[in-house]
């Protein structure tokens, strides 16, 4: 079965240091999103991806925060300067919407990147 | 209000039992309503999609209410490996809204 996948599974960084989270969606798919979990807390949407372009995103998104499709198959999210407060389960999804049909909600995760900063 | 409400539970049930909880969401203009389950420091997986005409997926059992604004989730003949957290999903717009989540214990 076709499977979301991320990596790091776990990155360590000193606070203001930029890290970049990769993950590579289900071939096919065309609805890219971003979310965070912070221990012990619910998951929170970060932002949606579409047609190399940005179609929603959160209050917690700020300028800190890019995603990009840099290769086609690679969906990455980016945090410039790392906050203690960034440390957080990174999660990608990505949507079954294809060319040929339109977006269906349902979403797949991938296993998460946990980011701790220091 | 919080866009999505559940009861944090934890529901401790034992092997066999059946156990049910709900939530609430805030925006009627969702469109699709959903239960993931999550284990402990891993991915949501998607449990179910809620209809409105109430839906079952083996023990599982789903129903919507729109004009109340609640999902609920029933589980029959709770196994241990049904413990777990099960997340109440909503999509008001192009995103997933989670609950916190319901803390479900299944004990031998």
């Known amino acids: 079965e076709p499977e979301v996948t991320q990596t790091p599974s776990h990155q360590v960084t000193q606070m203001g240091q930029e890290v970049i989270l990769r993950c590579v969606p289900i071939s096919n798919h065309l609805y890219f999103y971003w979310y965070r979990q912070i221990l012990g807390q619910k998951v929170e949407f970060l932002v949606s991806?579409?047609?190399?372009?940005?179609?929603?995103k959160s209050e917690i998104f700020d300028d800190q925060f890019s995603v990009e499709r840099p290769d086609g198959s690679n969906f990455t999210l980016k945090i410039r300067s790392t906050k203690l407060e960034d440390s957080a389960m990174y999660f990608c999804?990505?949507?079954?919407?294809?060319?040929?049909?339109?977006?269906?909600?349902?979403?797949?995760f991938g296993p998460g990147t946990r980011l701790t900063v220091l | 209000r919080k866009e999505v409400e559940q009861d944090p539970g934890p529901f401790n049930v034992p092997e066999g039992a059946t156990v049910a909880f709900n939530c609430t969401y805030s925006n009627s203009a969702s469109q699709s309503f959903f239960w993931y389950r999550q284990d402990c420091r891993k991915e949501p997986k998607l449990l179910m999609s809620v209809y409105s005409s109430g839906n079952e997926d083996g023990r599982f059992t789903a129903q919507l209410n729109r004009a109340s604004q609640y999902i609920s989730l029933l589980i029959r003949d709770s196994k241990l490996s049904d413990s777990a957290t099960y997340l109440c999903?909503?999509?008001?717009?192009?995103?997933?809204?989670f609950g916190a989540g319901t803390t479900v214990t299944v004990r031998a």
């Open positions: 991806f579409y047609n190399n372009e940005i179609s929603e």
């Open positions: 999804a990505t949507d079954q919407g294809a060319l040929t049909s339109p977006k269906t909600d349902t979403q797949y």
């Open positions: 999903v909503v999509t008001p717009v192009d995103k997933l809204s």
